[in-house]
């Protein structure tokens, strides 16, 4: 997320008093889950000091929630008397560095970033989370004001395995929303859609080419099945049957698979087909693009005024409904504790104040958006917001109402390049029922061979 502040003035049909009501609801949504325990006393038997003078090691992904936090390591160590290396890296190779050390069975990493639509149920398989419900639950492990209840239950879910065990405490989430040119949909008159039919209509009427595509979303596979899930939810579809076999054998997954490719194919700038989220941003940023769908984080560049040709042009809303209602996905990423560390007390301290309520404010203010609808609402983040008011509304209903995006599988990758082939097919134009069908024996091929 950016860094540039907004005006305090709220856009039409947003107020601030509004984004504060949808914190306010996300928390009490989330209190329905688990909860902390707390006794008389608690206060007094829990102390930052536990384990002064320990050293730690932890391993993050390069993102803008690990660049503020790497800046706030000092206060932690303050806080605790512990010291903190931590280590920096491109996703893909700070997953990698992990499943070598992990695997080896070596002790140097004590706590780390995990993505979980990735690494959820392979790294639970392999006996690499710390099941954190010990600490959690213990008054003199957790300070008494973390408060668990305040994270959104669908993200409290999100890092818990079906077992029962909690694998990591989460810290940043990216829902995907609707992002739209307010200024175009003004001119015509239009209201952010509420149905898919209605967008399917709006990128009509807006669509005018070269000038102007009326809508645009990942086309390249692999990448596509992030934006894809929002289609699949809207419509009432499943990855999984209760038996843990493919559910792409349904006719929701032909119909999903020739909405989204048909949006593309009718609607997107030439060379959709090979568009990850960047070519999308680029697109949308340059006012190529009146509708747009992708990530929440990915918007703070078009309010650039230096680099934006539509800053100050740009509206926000959660993703329009389908016939199974509004199901936005959201993608969680989190903090976890090795079971190989030899200072997992120590590492539990650090990922539990790296995803506190206090923290959580340091990141909004530094435009990081958080899980915690308290932070949301702390008199420095009202009076800094850093985004329109309607992106906030956005962000924390999608939360609120939303689920994780992709099977939570082993190899989930295999699904997503799976997938991504067929959507791609279907927008070259190649037979929607054919192509799902073939991703269907695909994917419970590798359902096969991975989930023994």
């Known amino acids: 997320m950016p860094s540039h502040k907004q005006s305090e003035q709220c856009p039409k049909g947003v107020t601030r008093r509004e984004v504060l009501r949808l914190g306010a609801g996300m928390a009490a949504g989330a209190a329905i889950g688990p909860f902390v325990l707390r006794t008389a006393g608690a206060a007094d038997a829990f102390t930052w000091q536990r384990f002064k003078g320990t050293k730690l090691f932890v391993l993050v992904s390069k993102n803008t929630w690990a660049e503020t936090m790497e800046k706030m390591v000092p206060d932690f160590e303050k806080l605790t008397g512990i010291q903190v290396e931590v280590s920096v890296l491109p996703e893909i190779q700070a997953r990698q560095k992990a499943t070598v050390e992990f695997t080896a069975g070596n002790s140097g990493i004590d706590a780390w970033y995990t993505s979980l639509p990735v690494e959820k149920r392979r790294f639970w398989k392999s006996g690499w989370y710390t099941d954190l419900n010990k600490f959690l639950k213990d008054p003199t492990m957790t300070a008494p004001d973390y408060a668990w209840d305040d994270i959104a239950a669908g993200v409290r879910k999100s890092v818990t395995q079906s077992d029962g065990t909690l694998s990591a405490l989460p810290v940043l989430v990216d829902p995907f929303i609707l992002i739209y040119r307010k200024d175009l949909y003004a001119q015509k008159g239009l209201k952010p859609p509420k149905t898919m039919g209605e967008w399917e209509e709006q990128a009509q009427k807006l669509h005018n080419p070269p000038g102007m595509y009326g809508f645009v979303a990942r086309g390249l596979k692999n ?216 991703a269907h024996k695909e994917f419970q091929e590798v359902l096969d061979k991975t989930e023994k």
């Open 223 to 438: 990448a596509n099945a992030t934006s894809f899930a929002y289609v699949i939810y809207a419509l009432g579809g499943e990855y999984l049957t209760r038996d843990g076999k493919s559910a792409l054998d349904s006719p929701v997954w032909v119909k999903a698979v020739e909405w989204y490719a048909g949006m593309l194919k009718r609607f997107a700038p030439p060379g959709v087909v090979n568009f990850n989220w960047y070519e999308c941003s680029s697109a949308f940023q340059q006012g190529q693009v009146a509708s747009y769908v992708d990530a929440a984080s990915f918007a703070g560049p078009f309010e650039d005024k230096e680099k934006s040709k539509v800053a100050g042009q740009v509206g926000y809303a959660v993703l329009p409904a389908g016939p199974a209602g509004q199901v936005p996905p959201f993608f969680t990423n989190a903090l976890a504790v090795s079971p190989q560390s030899k200072n997992q007390g120590a590492g539990y301290f650090f990922i539990q104040w790296a995803s506190s309520r206090q923290s959580a404010i340091k990141e909004l203010l530094a435009g990081v958006p958080s899980v915690r609808a308290a932070a949301w609402n702390a008199p420095e983040v009202k009076a800094k917001a850093k985004m329109p008011a309607d992106w906030d509304a956005a962000y924390l209903e999608s939360l609120r109402i939303g689920r994780e995006g992709l099977p939570e599988i082993v190899d989930v990758t295999q699904y997503r390049d799976i997938i991504g082939v067929a959507i791609q097919k279907a927008i070259e134009g190649g037979n929607s029922a054919q192509l799902v069908a073939q």
